[in-house]
């Protein structure tokens, strides 16, 4: 491994912090860490390492099984290309529609101040129009957000519930009392939250099998765990609900691997039913805000008690604790919010604020995601118990802002399309021919692979394929 290279240097820090065992890190490769996206910050690096951590997880749980040792390889480029995977699906040959919100996006208000708004779902974009009073497009929605003080708008869209985030320096955002509070957190955390005895999967033929995972998430980060965690075999039930909004284009590409269902949590049906899945997982991932899933009688103690040894994975925007703990985001806000957006923008010498060139947040989170829950399996088996896994795009953020800068880095080209192409892979489904980015990591006794292809959200019934 190169552990004189940033990549490898994250890659050790991630796998020292989850305490695993150092040798296995000379197992791994990686390629191509000179070339990464136009940005200053060193997001080739955080993917190689967030890829590369939890593909080692998953060849080391392997090995646990009676599996051979086996060797890793990533390719930077390739890391970097499925972490903006959604870009590059293509449905019969052709881009599906663009799943942004024509008045989304980034607006000075009357004190010269930006704000960025986040209005991808319906209800979202309905009410930042109710709180402004203006028609749907972006010309009125630059004049109303003239006249407010931007603070004044931030606060009153948190709220009413809205997504949105003021531009904040980072040193500004340091003093935020969010910032405090996630400031005493680590990057992720695993923790033993109940007692039962130790447990390992049946053998099978990949580092999952036999592994079974609750993926109550939508959008990107958590989704991409949930698909991470189906591409080295665990059986991935997603479950969804009528009523809630979706982008078409990520539950495509994040659903890989994985059958999809609805539950109504709302009625006592619907909960009876997810606690009979709970008691036959393994692994309940989901992007709640915190305390919306307790509300509806599934707080960590009453999944431990549902499913004594369940591995609990929680992912949110802004982490668990602050006054924060319960505001929406997305991958985009965090940037605006904690001085990414506001330090991208300034590197690239523009008046307006900037962006990672990739949802990076998302995508990097949703790997550690997987990669926690993956060294959960691994401690329940070897030493039994309930855990908990706890990490947020916030965190992740923190974790990026305090990696050095790169002083060329806004000179790098971006990935062509013949560049892509080689890691693209066909897939037939509902939806029609398939086309997206593979697994980035190269694995020589169990490569990564999706045994199904993306499936409509309501096409199986909730329940798990066999019983065991």
């Known amino acids: 491994m190169h552990t004189d290279t940033t990549a490898g240097q994250l890659l050790g820090t991630l796998w020292q912090f989850a305490g695993q065992a150092p040798d296995a890190l000379e197992q791994l490769s990686f390629s191509h860490l000179a070339r990464q996206l136009s940005s200053q910050f060193p997001v080739g ?82 009410g930042v129009l109710r709180v402004l009073q203006c028609a749907d497009n972006r010309a009125a929605v630059a004049a109303a957000i003239a006249g407010w003080q931007a603070t004044e708008l931030d606060a009153r869209l948190a709220q009413e519930g ?91 590409d994040n659903g890989r691997g994985k059958r999809a269902a609805q539950l109504d949590l709302r009625s006592e049906a619907g909960r009876q039913r997810l606690r009979q ?15 919306a899933l307790a509300a509806h009688g599934f707080s960590s103690d009453a999944l431990q008690a549902l499913r004594p040894g369940l591995v609990e994975v929680r992912l949110s925007a802004y982490g668990h604790a602050g006054p924060w703990a319960e505001r929406r985001g997305f991958d985009s806000l965090v940037q605006s919010a904690t001085g990414i957006a506001w330090e991208e923008g300034k590197a690239a010498g523009s008046a307006q604020p900037g ?10 989170t949703g790997y550690l995601a997987a990669f926690c829950a993956m060294i959960g399996l691994r401690r329940r088996a070897t030493e039994g118990g309930g855990w908990r896994v706890q990490v947020s795009l916030a965190q992740t953020g923190r974790w990026l802002q305090s990696m050095p800068r790169l002083a060329d880095g806004l000179q790098h080209a971006d990935l062509s399309p013949a560049e892509v192409d080689p890691w693209r892979q ?16 190269q694995m020589s006794a169990t490569p990564p692979h999706f045994d199904l292809p993306p499936s409509a959200l309501d096409a199986y019934e909730a329940s798990w394929q066999q019983d065991r």
């Open 162 to 252: 809205m997504c949105a985030a003021l531009i904040r320096s980072p040193d500004e955002w340091l003093t935020h009392p969010q910032a405090t509070a996630i400031a005493g957190l680590p990057l992720f955390e695993i923790e033993r939250i109940a007692d039962s005895g130790p447990e390992m999967p049946r053998p099978g033929q990949r580092p999952l099998s036999g592994v079974r995972v609750l993926d109550l998430s939508r959008v990107i980060a958590a989704p991409v765990a949930g698909r991470t965690l189906a591409q080295h075999g665990a059986e991935v039930l997603a479950i969804g609900a009528a009523h809630l909004p979706n982008i078409p284009t990520l539950v495509i």
């Open 277 to 291: 899945l709970i008691r036959g997982a393994d692994v309940f991932l989901h992007a709640y805000r915190p305390g």
């Open 355 to 364: 962006k990672l060139p990739c949802q990076a947040l998302d995508h990097a």
């Open 426 to 441: 066909t897939i037939m489904s509902s939806y029609g021919e398939l086309s997206a980015i593979a697994p980035a990591e």
């Open 45 to 126: 690096a955080l993917a190689s390492a967030v890829i590369g951590a939890q593909a080692l997880a998953a060849a080391e749980f392997w090995r646990l099984r009676g599996g051979s040792r086996q060797t890793v390889a990533v390719d930077q480029r390739h890391a970097l290309s499925i972490f903006r995977s959604e870009r590059y699906l293509l449905i019969n040959g052709k881009p599906p529609a663009d799943p942004w919100s024509p008045i989304a996006g980034y607006y000075q208000a009357g004190d010269g101040r930006w704000i960025q708004l986040h209005t991808n779902f319906p209800h979202h974009r309905d």
